[in-house]
């Protein structure tokens, strides 16, 4: 079965970054896109970016204005999100998640447990 | 980008009755790349619906997505004790993709 396991929370200073890791198996890591999405407290889920994970070309959304890189290491399964510049309201739950299959690369099917990051001076 | 609305915000209802929840698109969604998901405290959002009337693996027929366009409904058709939980709404047919705010379905 699918499992994305993500690691641990992390506490920061602003202006500093954060670099969470998701670790895939159960399936053919390159075959479906990874995706990144948080949740700030009390805020709806917000969509931060996607990765193919096969040619490793990526997508952000412009509501980060660049502070989001995601990349992936294929031989560890495994995907990078890191967020630079870090302010307050980047506090929040942030989750990887797989796409549900190999034709639907942008529904987000599985979703790692969450790793808070909390950025506070 | 496309801003999804979600009605209402708070749902009171009984094990045993109906859901009908509302999501409503600020643009049209195209090819009805739209998808529900539940999420519970604590836990990871599950995916329920996807291409807005397709369910995903493993979930009951009890559950059923419809719309098109700007309209779109997420209908439980009787409530479980474990549906208890916050339904999101998300469209995926422009980026950014982007979330509802939520209904909360609780026991009433």
């Known amino acids: 079965q699918v499992q994305l396991v993500q690691s641990g929370a992390e506490v920061k200073k602003p202006g500093a970054s954060v670099k969470v890791s998701c670790k895939a198996s159960?399936?053919?890591?390159?075959?479906?896109?990874m995706h990144w999405v948080r949740q700030a407290p009390g805020q709806r889920l917000e969509w931060m970016g996607w990765i193919n994970a096969g040619n490793g070309n990526t997508k952000y959304s412009q509501n980060f204005q660049g502070r989001v890189t995601i990349t992936r290491d294929t031989s560890a399964s495994t995907a990078y999100m890191e967020l630079s510049s870090l302010r307050s309201e980047d506090t929040a739950v942030y989750y990887c998640a797989s796409a549900v299959s190999m034709f639907e690369q942008l529904v987000i099917g599985y979703w790692g447990q969450g790793t808070l990051v909390t950025v506070s001076s | 980008e496309i801003v999804l609305t979600q009605s209402p915000g708070t749902l009171s209802l009984s094990p045993g009755e109906r859901a009908t929840l509302s999501c409503r698109a600020s643009q049209s969604v195209s090819s009805s790349y739209l998808a529900w998901y539940q999420h519970k405290p604590g836990q990871a959002p599950r995916l329920l619906i996807y291409?807005?009337?397709s369910r995903a693996t493993g979930i009951p027929d009890r559950f059923s997505g419809s719309g098109s366009g700007t309209d779109f409904t997420l209908t439980i058709s009787r409530l479980e004790p474990e549906d208890f939980a916050v339904y999101y709404c998300q469209q995926y047919g422009s980026s950014p993709l982007t979330f509802g705010g939520g209904t909360k379905v609780e026991i009433k």
């Open positions: 159960g399936y053919t890591f390159t075959n479906y896109a």
């Open positions: 291409g807005a009337s």
